[in-house]
DNA sequence: TCGGCTAAGGCGAACGTTCACACTCTCGAT
DNA sequence: ATCGAGAGTGTGAACGTTCGCCTTAGCCGA
């Protein structure tokens, strides 16, 4: 295997030291012009490119991030990783990304540890279920943590950004209140995941604000299936007027009970779902339904990051997600 | 900022050579157990952290590989980064991820040379869109590349791996036939992606082999709402009896003109997708579709570069996809 | 003539590892 | 007693950078 060329390549190639190299390739500070042109051309020419373990090694800084993310194929996480990924990228930073199956604490520790191993200047963890605060917070990391985590606090050792979805709860449950709906059901996601807390929580918010009563919850696990089983129970036992389903792959379950049983979507009742996925304009009817800004809260999510990195002070307020609003809602008749 | 503790520190604290403190921390050979023992214990309680990046720089290893994926939040590609990044850590490897928002060659090769600066052993791009074996092509690369696409052959600079979306194609072209349909139709994805073309490839193979006409081609974008436009048109020009869509987010913008118009799944029309997509269960009916094994194709993808890494002989037969049969085909009236 | 300034560039060390050796014991065998 | 083997440990160099400091040459002014 051949080596790669090294300043050390490229000098004796341009018949200067190694160091004038170094400085033609960084600031460029102090070297004649000549010089400069002759050690571009013969790095060009060689294809010579920067070690950057080494460089690494001497400056204590990696230039490198390491990124956390939950491995399941949910569409928000997955956005809001590529998301992080380019604001990484546009800031000068390689991301090394690791995935958590499940977020057993055992997975994210050693996640830490590589990381540290490689000497990452910041870490992200994108972790939309439970009790990740209190894992991090058991292991000693020493460099700046960003948790995007809807609902969490930040800590001495951590800094939390998260989108609010608790809004944007409200926000679809508002929807439904104005449309004068009185009875509105949750649908709510697993209770093991931050999002599903947060989101059953708005929903339960504007009801209040609203004074209405809140009906029963019921508890889904996120998976269409799960939704589906409960549209067939609610349709036995009667449907409300309005219901809001805490995603949109559960609401295409209960979509899906609906349409067995030859309910008419928004006639007889409206639906609202949650994430905005690619397939929800798709819905029959189109789904009415809550944005979330992955890119934006990737690229703040970075900004923060760095921002502590640097020791600058960071602004945290949560992202603001939006209503879609199509056709799977209507006025209570 | 605190340095990290090194190899030296360790070493004083224990009262042995820092040689010998690597020892203990790698294989281990011939080092009285009381020694171990202690040294185990004084890097515990420094916290010692072996770096990554020395390492590296001195062994010329850098155990990280690099993962070129395309931005796009499509299912497959999404998937089989996760299964790359996890095969590789199973291989004690770390992954350095980078996107491509759009396939542009200068985006192919800006990553390339980061990699390069991060030193990694190899490459894996996952890239479903058109030309980019030329690119890499141009690309001088002195580590092992894998290309995930489909079609693509392998050439000195890369080994291509991929499942076998054509067969795929062929599977659903086929269960088509044998239900008794005489004429399908395939909505077919963009052609820019390989996937589209591979996948209208397969339903023209299968057609022929069949003895049957191949129908115009409707070409789709692989959005839900080119489906929908060109099941309206479909439902104008009338209905054949059965249809191969290339995705299943089409395939349910295609159902959504049907449920509009009226039209019963399967009675009137047999739809088939591709991707098994987590809302393909959820669908109205349930969609009959293909499902690639994004989890086997990553890890055997992480096997083949590390086999190239290695210089062991590696498999690349293509991985063979699997026809889910669900509701919404039925035999030929 | 000399001192001093500046621009250009070289020298050596350091970063935290691993690797190839070399050294020092302690045995048991000769 | 001497030798050799092997276990246990230390030494020095190297990897490719950056950084602080030093050297050299050229120039200007006194």
Redesign the interface.
Known sequence: ????PSLKDVAREAGVSFQTVSRVLNGGSRVAESTRLRVLAVAEDL?Y??????R??VT?R?RTVG?IAD?S?R?GP??TL?AV??AA?DAGY??????M?NPSPDDAIRAF??F????VEGIVVIAPRMPIADVIQAV?V?VPVVLLAPGETSHDGFTVFFEDQELGARLATRHLVELGHREIVHLAGSQEWLDGQVRLRGWQAELTAANLAAPAVRYGDWS??S??AIGRRLLAEGLPSAIFVASD?MA??F??AL??AGVSVPRDISVVGFDD???A????P?LTTVRQSFGIVGERCMEILLGLVQGTPVDVTPAVPKLVIRDSTTAAR
């Open positions: 295997m051949l080596r790669r294809g490119r920067r070690n950057d373990n080494a690494a090694l204590n990696s990124v491995a194929p569409y997955v956005s590529a990924e380019k990228r390689n991301a090394i990304v690791t995935t199956s540890h590589e540290s191993k490689r000497a000693p020493t269409g299936d939704a589906y792959l295409l379950g979509l899906r349409y067995e996925n690619e397939f304009p798709q819905t029959f189109p």
